[in-house]
């Protein structure tokens, strides 16, 4: 099993920024990938980024330019730089880990609140 501890989210106006944070701990396979997808009241839940183990990256068209997903394999962390954030980035963001290997796994985080507002 792996466990997902998300941070970071928060209270912001438009045109602000945060960084959210999901450290993964338990059974890591060299093969996998970390993303993070968000989920808005009345909507389903949708793709923000992913990235792999070896730093490969995937957007949401609608984040391309203003969010950043990196990761920090020796702390086993995947964050999400928010900038040039907008009313409708407003969601409750889940952290998401997929395992690759002889037995496939995903996990998913608590999820962590993040309102854009004036």
């Known amino acids: 099993q792996v466990q997902l501890v998300e941070s970071g989210g928060g209270l912001v106006q438009p045109g602000g920024s945060l960084r959210l944070s999901c450290v993964a701990s338990?059974?890591?396979?060299?093969?996998?990938?970390m993303g993070w997808y968000r989920q808005a009241p009345g909507k389903q839940r949708e793709l923000v980024a992913t990235i792999t183990n070896s730093g490969g990256t995937n957007y949401a068209d609608s984040v391309k330019g203003r969010f950043t997903i990196s990761r920090d394999n020796a702390k086993n962390t995947v964050y999400l730089q928010m900038g040039s954030l907008k009313p409708e980035d407003t969601a409750a963001y889940y952290c998401n880990f997929r395992n690759f290997g002889f037995r496939e796994s995903e996990s998913w985080g608590q999820g962590t609140q993040v309102t854009v507002s004036s």
């Open positions: 338990g059974s890591i396979f060299r093969n996998n990938v």
